[in-house]
């Protein structure tokens, strides 16, 4: 017997980040954004960025707020000069291909991973090797004995997971296991 899926009229799909207009608050939105131009007109430009970064680590007001949120949530003590912001997360997945990887080099992700991801790696001509996880994330006794058995060649010249939230299964991976 074939399963009806069901419909939930209140759910918003933004898997891919991608929502329908019509499901879109449009009046807050335009409060939202006619509220930021009145702040752009009382300010200067550098109190208000126009897009992620201003200057070679990002808005410096917006940095040094990162890094005391992270300080005052994470307890370990963080420093703006340490952070830069990038223009979104497939921006620092670039970034992150250019500083630490070369065409040939391993990349070792989670079974299921970020979509866009996949094809940054592709791009950098990376070779992608997906790795078990389970309810909680990435199986990190398995990565364990891949790097002691080199049963999956020489040690990746990069990991690449996400702990918290991942996408798309959603597992926060447990502290003791990162």
């Not at 040094?64 to 921006?91: E, I, K, M, W």
């Not at 020489?154 to 502290?175: D, E, F, I, K, R």
Request: charged residues 15%.
């Amino acid at each position: 017997m074939a399963s009806a899926r069901m419909r939930v009229p209140s759910l918003i799909d933004l898997r891919k980040g991608h929502p329908k207009a019509r499901n879109l608050p449009h009046a807050k939105m335009a409060w939202a954004a006619r509220r930021a131009a009145a702040r752009l007109d009382a300010s200067d430009e550098a109190s208000f960025a126009l897009c992620y970064s201003a200057g070679s680590s990002g808005n410096p007001v917006f940095v040094q707020r990162l890094a005391r949120f992270l300080s005052d949530n994470y307890g370990t003590p963080c420093f703006g000069d340490n952070l830069f912001t990038t223009n979104g997360v497939s921006h620092g997945i670039e970034l992150a291909c250019s500083a630490l990887t070369s065409p040939g080099d391993a990349v070792w992700v989670e079974g299921a991973t970020y979509f866009l991801a996949h094809q940054i790696f592709v791009d950098h001509r990376l070779t992608i090797t997906a790795l078990p996880t389970d309810a909680h994330g990435l199986d990190t006794d398995a990565l364990a004995r891949f790097l002691a058995s080199g049963e999956l060649g020489a040690p990746p010249a990069m990991v690449y997971l996400v702990p918290t939230h991942g996408n798309p299964s959603g597992a926060t991976l447990p502290l003791e296991r990162r």
